[in-house]
């Protein structure tokens, strides 16, 4: 049995396993845009969505060897915006890519060869070659203080605004991730991908409205609540 407390006793492993205990997690593609209008594309291996009525996601950027900032961070809180594109099999290379760190200056779109595809309301380019894209309003920071040199971390919340998603993705009116292939981040340099093979359904049993916050439905939330049947918490 491998026991240890981080930061005071050693694991004894070859390489730090606390990021491969949790996963998959789900890849925050994150576009943002300066102050001085310089787009920016880097991906964060920290991120998810935290509620769904109204919608809100989450990415944590861990600074970086000279304590610094990520450029998303800093453009996310100056500009109050950031759009979120889902990371897939196909775009792998590309969101690899942009994960390199670069200087302020440098469009991660044009190093990777990304066409950009402009939002609805808010002036952030998405990846157009993503099926699933979100525009956020910069919501607010949690700062995570941490050892250095890279143990701090900001985690930047931000308010769905805009859903986009390409009908080619879609089953019966649903999502299919089996046509998106999403790609999710593993431990060490490894990833998954979502195939329809791996794909299976469980309904939890009980109360069938407590299904509405589980699959995430604000419509019959909504309706819930003006008929005087809010959902009680689970315990």
Not at 16 to 45: E, Q
Not at 121 to 148: D, Q
Request: hydrophobic share 35%; charged share 25%; with cysteine.
């Amino acid at each position: 049995m491998v026991f240890y407390e981080p930061g005071k006793t050693s694991h004894g492993l070859p390489r730090d396993p606390f990021k491969s205990c949790v996963t998959p997690r789900p890849i925050g593609w994150i576009s943002t845009r300066s102050k001085d209008g310089i787009d920016n594309l880097a991906p964060y291996s920290q991120f998810n969505n935290l509620t769904f009525d109204p919608p809100y996601v989450m990415f944590s950027a861990n600074w970086d060897l000279n304590a610094n900032r990520k450029d998303s961070t800093v453009n996310a809180e100056a500009t109050g915006e950031f759009c979120w594109n889902v990371a897939t099999w196909d775009l792998r290379e590309a969101v690899n890519q942009t994960a390199e760190w670069f200087d302020p200056n440098v469009d991660e779109f044009q190093r990777a060869g990304l066409e950009k595809e402009p939002a609805k309301l808010l002036k952030v380019p998405m990846v157009k070659a993503s099926p699933i894209k979100f525009e956020c309003k910069y919501y607010t920071t949690l700062h995570l203080p941490g050892n250095p040199p890279m143990g701090s971390a900001d985690v930047v919340i931000g308010k769905v605004v805009v859903v986009h998603i390409d009908e080619r993705v879609l089953t019966d009116g649903m999502i299919d991730l089996g046509k998106v292939q999403p790609i999710a981040r593993c431990g060490y340099h490894q990833y998954t991908v979502v195939r329809a093979e791996s794909i299976f359904e469980m309904i939890i049993p009980g109360d069938p409205k407590q299904l509405v916050g589980l699959e995430g439905n604000a419509a019959k939330s909504a309706d819930l609540q003006a008929n005087g049947h809010g959902v009680e918490p689970t315990k």
